[in-house]
């Protein structure tokens, strides 16, 4: 099946400074890209769409000069968190679509812990 | 807009029976998808099954089906012959026909007893 890599795995950071998340199809070319935000014990919270190309789509309440997304080509979206605060920790999941036994399907990286300290 | 509810925060099912987690979902749209997703610890999300909102018959997945019920907006999953390697939490989503994006319940952990 299609793989999506996510990186790095795990980071802290310092609070202030800013932390880039980067997602990639390994194999297959993604049009469209998501990237959402979960809190222990919660569900996964869509933060972003990110198309290749063009300008991410923010969810409502989603502060967008906080969180920049870019998806410069089909295979590679990433994530920027901009002067990061200790409420910023949390775990980044990002997921891409693409064909899969002529379904789109959205295929799930293996996520992202951010700790601000 | 679009929501999905699980009401089982946690479930357990002792090993080798069978186990049914609930879920519900409100939409005014008539094309949309559902799925099940399994988080195991490990935190991948890793699809179940999925269910075409056009299609009556219900979708299965070896020792995993579901029961959808489009009239009332219910979708369950049921696992049969559970095993160890089960564990984890589930989650009930909803895709639109319109977009690729997909709302996520909050989830049932589900623990199998040996």
């Known amino acids: 099946g299609a793989v999506v890599s996510q990186h790095p795995s795990r980071v802290i950071c310092k609070s202030g400074t800013s932390v880039k998340i980067e997602c990639r199809s390994l194999?297959?070319?993604?049009?469209?890209m998501f990237w959402y935000r979960q809190f222990p014990k919660q569900s996964l919270m869509l933060m972003a769409t990110s198309n290749e190309g063009s300008k991410a789509t923010y969810e409502q309440g989603v502060e967008k000069d906080k969180f920049l997304i870019n998806h410069a080509s089909l295979t590679l979206s990433t994530l920027t968190v901009t002067s990061a605060h200790p409420e910023d920790s949390s775990f980044y999941i990002c997921s891409a679509s693409g064909l899969a036994g002529g379904w789109n399907e959205q295929f799930f990286g293996p996520g992202t812990r951010l700790t601000v300290l | 807009a679009q929501t999905v509810t699980q009401s089982q925060p946690e479930m357990s099912v002792q090993e080798a029976e069978t186990v049914t987690l609930s879920c519900t979902y409100d939409?005014?749209?008539?094309?949309?998808?559902l799925f099940w997703y399994k988080q195991p610890p490990s935190r991948q999300m890793i699809l179940v099954i999925r269910q075409e909102a056009y299609k009556q018959q219900n979708a299965t997945e070896n020792r995993f089906s579901v029961n959808f019920q489009k009239a009332a907006k219910s979708f369950s999953l049921k696992i049969s012959d559970s095993q160890l390697g089960d564990a984890a939490m589930y989650f009930c989503a909803y895709r639109s026909g319109r977009d690729d994006k997909i709302i996520f319940g909050k989830g049932t952990r589900l623990h199998i007893l040996p």
């Open positions: 939409t005014s749209e008539s094309d949309y998808y």
């Open positions: 194999d297959f070319q993604a049009t469209t």
